[in-house]
């Protein structure tokens, strides 16, 4: 192979900084040629990735200064690759070892995080639905499947991680859900209240009825429920650490009579209720369990029964991206509204409303990620610096994923087939909104 | 067989009004026998026919006076079935005879009709689920399928019956296809617009925007986008009489320069645009279309791109029933929600706000079928009473799916991925509700 190559492979992949074709004349030792070889090699390589995923405005730097980018001049961000090892697990599969490495510190992000993973989130959709990164989770998802013992085990990754590291950077009443924001100003505590007072009011409780909730995080909407709708809870979860939390809290805000938490599976529920809430759970049921849950709900609710499934989704079926599937979220899968259907359709549930909150989970992120950073030597303190990154990376990317519109957050309200106990209009939802927002008196 | 087989065959099915037994011991002429038989077998099959549709709360009375329950003394209306012809049609699949037997006065309804569908609609469902009815539809399915020509020859079969027919019976703007009811004493006339203002404020439309309408109708909502929100509107419809009213509507009120319609298929549209509204033309689609009218939608949208799609659905996917499809709509099938998102799915949309209409389809029937009864010698001098019955029927009964949960109305709202022009709550929806409504000044 002659040294000239270097050109033509860097024009054959439109644009980059070409590496100096040295004189044609010159006289080359063999070692230099092997190693400008290597370096040829390696930098059309990365162009070749960087085209597969799009050629998003970036440009990288190897640990030799040597930079690569399909941008001249024009990049969000630079990405600082540290050894050798690091490029060619990039190169393998970088929707899955982009993350690992960036947690190592093996890659580093240089110029604004949030703006970089935008500039690969704007070019990255579309390339993926053609091809990347999908064959390659097929046997972690065998590993990882929503069975009795695998939930539970999946669920105990995340959320048992401790109660004091989410204190962190959640809102006061711990909620780790998206929030309603009536206006863009307001603070995350009353868009979290605001939050739970737009799912009671679409659940149109009333005194006295009976409410199942499952997968009830840190216990905030029972009590809420309870507390401000008159309404007794039983509440499924099966993270113990949240259970105890929430436990506590029923009992030190005087709720547990009326609020029950329960340390089981959403699918060894029992009893018959008025109404079935769950938010934030179905991310973590699995698609092929859907119909149980479907099962689950029908056999649990009253003829006059409805209900209300709030949870992250897709405009289109595809499997999470295989980092934060392997260590951030095991088994978890967010759902296509059609696939969400296969829980309400067999059932003949009635949909009655569908509402898209993904700005709203944009905003509350952008909470999250700026209180995470308030108290990153916290949590360093709590973990480690791998820890720090990994979380900082999934939440600034969960936060760029909504704000791009490659994330939904849907909240899907439904009632049994034919109950026509239900409003003519959505305009109660919207009248007097600050009922409760604003008004913490110290019980949440 | 035995006389006094008759008495344990009432048994068997559970009650029903008991044909007198006979003395054991009395003489019996061959002849009178026979017919005995006969009436005990009639009696036997209508009954378990009657099992088979859930036991509605209806007696049946034959031409000789013989009356069949299984609701003793309970029933809500009387079905008079005149010849032993229409009986065995009836026998062979009611769900198909019901209406062609009605309609041609072989079978009446004696006492309320609307009482009587209820009655039905309340137990048939369940019924229908576990078998009835499906296969039978196969054939007819095939020979009206909505391919360009099969389109036109159905949507030919409604809607051009007479633009003086329909008059007759819709609001003023000739709106055929749900209203909404602001408030359950709002007028048809007030809803209608109510409606056209709920779908205009879903779309966010701007002034100098360019709409596109799929399936116009008469033309009324493509009018007030134009009037009302200085968009200019491209108009498709298949229907000849309908787009020769429209276009005649558009010159006399000034918008021909705003509104153009023209008399072709969806799936001819071509043209750049920044909003696709479709209102009551998904039901004539056909579910084996839905990519194909994403496909449409997707290079008919902008970048900033959005839509709504508002159409009869269902709880979960089945085939209209036969009477309906055959006599009223042909080639017509409603989707249910997961079916629905085969239009937006493929192409990356993103689904926004989903609302369930169903009640305010109820209330715009019920307000159809007065005007309808109140016209019913006119369209009986238009047409004949075969006719006027048939109507009656198709109205009562949607009516009735409607109000007993048989029937939804899906209003779906949708954008491009990644738009971020979308509100971030519905608020905006409920204020100042009454802008347009009430306030017809001549000019619709």
């Given at each position: 192979m002659r040294q000239e190559q270097a050109e033509p492979v860097g024009n054959l992949i439109n644009g980059g900084i070409i590496y100096p074709a040295p004189a044609r004349k010159q006289v080359i030792e063999p070692r230099r040629t092997l190693v400008r070889m290597i370096f040829a090699a390696e930098r059309f390589l990365l162009l070749r990735m960087l085209n597969a995923i799009g050629n998003p405005q970036v440009q990288l730097v190897l640990w030799n200064g040597l930079e690569i980018s399909n941008h001249q001049g024009m990049v969000v961000a630079q990405v600082l690759i540290r050894d050798r090892g690091a490029l060619f697990k990039l190169l393998t599969d970088p929707e899955l070892y982009f993350g690992e490495l960036y947690s190592s510190q093996r890659i580093e992000v240089q110029g604004n995080l949030l703006g970089f993973l935008e500039a690969v989130y704007r070019v990255w959709p579309l390339s993926r639905q053609r091809k990347i990164g999908k064959k390659l989770l097929a046997p972690f998802y065998d590993a990882r499947r929503n069975t009795l013992t695998g939930a539970r085990r999946n669920i105990h990754h995340h959320y048992d991680i401790g109660n004091d590291f989410y204190k962190l950077w959640l809102d006061e009443r711990m909620l780790y859900t998206c929030a309603y924001f009536?206006?863009?100003?307001?603070s995350l505590e009353d868009a979290q209240l605001a939050k739970l007072d737009h799912i009671c009011r679409k659940l149109r409780l009333h005194p006295g009825e009976k409410v199942v909730e499952a997968g009830?995080?840190?216990?905030a909407l029972a009590l809420h429920m309870a507390r401000h709708y008159g309404v007794t809870v039983t509440a499924y979860n099966i993270s113990k650490e949240q259970v105890a939390f929430a436990r506590q809290r029923a009992y030190a805000e005087g709720l547990d009579g009326q609020v029950e938490f329960i340390?089981?599976?959403?699918?060894n529920m029992s009893g018959e209720f008025d109404a079935f809430v769950s938010v934030g759970m179905l991310e973590h049921?699995?698609?092929?369990?859907y119909r149980e849950l479907g099962e689950v709900i029908d056999r649990s609710l009253k003829d006059s029964g409805r209900g209300l499934i709030h949870t992250i989704g897709l405009n289109y079926p595809r499997p999470m991206d295989s980092w934060t599937e392997r260590h951030i979220f095991p088994g978890a899968c967010p759902p296509s509204l059609a696939q969400m259907m296969q829980i309400f359709e067999p059932f003949d549930f009635s949909v009655v409303d569908v509402e898209n909150l993904r700005l709203h989970y944009a905003k509350t992120l952008e909470h999250w990620l700026q209180r995470y950073e308030d108290n990153a030597d916290l949590v360093t303190e709590m973990f480690d610096p791998k820890f720090v990154r990994a979380w900082r990376l999934y939440l600034a990317g969960s936060l760029t994923a909504f704000k791009m519109g490659g994330m939904q957050l849907f909240q899907v309200a439904f009632t049994r087939?034919?109950?026509?106990?239900?409003?003519?209009?959505?305009q109660y939802l919207y009248e007097s909104q600050s009922n409760f927002s604003g008004a913490s008196d110290g019980k949440l």
């Open positions: 009536p206006s863009p100003t307001t009830c995080g840190w216990g340390e089981d599976d959403y699918r049921v699995g698609t092929d369990h087939a034919g109950n026509n106990q239900i409003p003519l209009t959505r």
